[in-house]
Structures are given as structure tokens and as C-alpha cells.
T-cell receptor, first 114, second 114 residues
Framework: ETGVTQTPRHLVMGMTNKKSLKCEQH?????MYWYKQSAKKPLELMFV???????ENNSVPSRFSPECPNSSHLFLHLHTLQPEDSALYLC?????????????FGQGTRLTVV | GENVEQHPSTLSVQEGDSAVIKCTYSDSASNYFPWYKQELGKRPQLIID?????GEKKDQRIAVTLNKTAKHFSLHITETQPEDSAVYFCAAKGLVDNFNKFYFGSGTKLNVKP
């Protein structure tokens, strides 16, 4: 375990549903990330939060809505998704600041949109 | 922003042979370069990293080299074993404005044949 926990591990949702992905870390990190991993594609950075402030929104459609209530928790709210949004969604965290350290990943949520 | 390119996308080697994966990056401000291994159905995990003030780093059968002038870095795995089969991602992390963003390569699927 890396200390980053994601729930649920698997999620199947219809295009009209609303669901949320949750990420939690108790590593004392202040930077948290959402990545999308599709088949045959690189890890796509979606959002970055630094000290609870969103510092990156990588041209993500508005049907994805992040929320970071505190430095330990990160959510990704989903609504009216499309089948092409089916992917593995990975959360990661790292220490903030200029310290060069790795990002720790959660197990991911396997999302299927039907 | 940073652009990380990774080659090859797939690599098949015989057990005991060496494997080399190469990455290039575009932002000269990037100063931290981790490599992640992702086994099927699992999260990416750090296997080795290198900082910009170092040209080479080795950890048992794994080594990474960095050429800052040319902006490329490579992963070398010697005496490959079947358990090395996985997808490997390189990443670059920038300093200054984007110190808390990891940009990943597209991944290399390594298959080690027994």
C-alpha cells in the first residue's frame, strides 16, 4: 500500500447518472492529482490541487468536476458522462514545494460508462 | 507546458537480455525524472528516479541515465526476468511554475519471454 486509497475500485454508470470518485491520503502531502488512463494512451493529467487550491485544469470537460475539501481528500464528481470516458482514473499525491519526490498513486477506479 | 515522449511503445526481449527504454522532454526547467512500473491491474509504482544534478543512477539490475543537454533520459534493465514484464512510464517534473506537476510518457509495454 502506498497510503493513497481510492474508492470505489470499480464503477459502472449510465450516461445520465451522477457519481463521485473519492481519494484519500494521510501521507501529509499537499499536492493531489487526478489522472485518466485509457487503453493505449499515456497517463493524462486532469487536475492538480496544491494546498487545496486548484492549480491545473488540463482542458477537462465540465462533466468532470473536482473537489478538494482539505489536503487529505480529493473527489471527482461525474455527471452525464460519455462512453469514451470509460477508463481507469488514478489519484496521486506528492509533497508540495520544490522537493523533488515521487508521486504516490492510488489503486485507481475502473470506470465503465454504459 | 512539458512534453514527454517515450519509445518504444512495446518491447519484447528474451529472459536474460537487456532492455532499454528512452524518453525525451521539452522543458529545460524539469529537474526530476522518475520511472514507474505498472503491472497488470495494479497502480504505477516508482522503481527508480534521477535528479538533474546527476548523470546516472543504478539500483541492482536497473539503471537510469540523464543527458540534460540533449533533454533525454533512459531506463536500462539488465538480466531481464519474466517478472519484469509490465508497462513502464517515464515522467518529468518541473521546477519554478510547474513544480508540482508530473508529465508522463505514453508508456512502454515490456514483455520478457522465458
Amino acid at each position: 500500500e502506498t497510503g493513497v486509497t481510492q474508492t470505489p475500485r470499480h464503477l459502472v454508470m449510465g450516461m445520465t447518472n451522477k457519481k463521485s470518485l473519492k481519494c484519500e491520503q494521510h501521507l501529509g502531502h499537499n499536492a493531489m492529482y487526478w489522472y485518466k488512463q485509457s487503453a493505449k494512451k499515456p497517463l493524462e493529467l486532469m487536475f492538480v490541487y496544491n494546498f487545496k487550491e486548484q492549480t491545473e485544469n488540463n482542458s477537462v470537460p465540465s462533466r468532470f468536476s473536482p473537489e478538494c475539501p482539505n489536503s487529505s481528500h480529493l473527489f471527482l464528481h461525474l455527471h452525464t458522462l460519455q462512453p469514451e470516458d470509460s477508463a481507469l482514473y488514478l489519484c496521486a499525491s506528492s509533497p508540495s514545494g520544490t522537493v523533488n519526490t515521487e508521486a504516490f498513486f492510488g489503486q485507481g477506479t475502473r470506470l465503465t460508462v454504459v | 507546458g512539458e512534453n514527454v515522449e517515450q519509445h518504444p511503445s512495446t518491447l519484447s526481449v528474451q529472459e536474460g537480455d537487456s532492455a532499454v527504454i528512452k524518453c525525451t522532454y521539452s522543458d529545460s526547467a524539469s529537474n526530476y525524472f522518475p520511472w514507474y512500473k505498472q503491472e497488470l491491474g495494479k497502480r504505477p509504482q516508482l522503481i527508480i528516479d534521477i535528479r538533474s544534478n546527476v548523470g546516472e543512477k543504478k539500483d541492482q539490475r536497473i539503471a537510469v541515465t540523464l543527458n540534460k543537454t540533449a533533454k533525454h533520459f533512459s531506463l536500462h534493465i539488465t538480466e531481464t526476468q519474466p517478472e519484469d514484464s509490465a508497462v513502464y512510464f517515464c515522467a518529468a517534473k518541473g521546477l519554478v511554475d510547474n513544480f508540482n506537476k508530473f508529465y508522463f510518457g505514453s508508456g512502454t509495454k515490456l514483455n520478457v519471454k522465458p
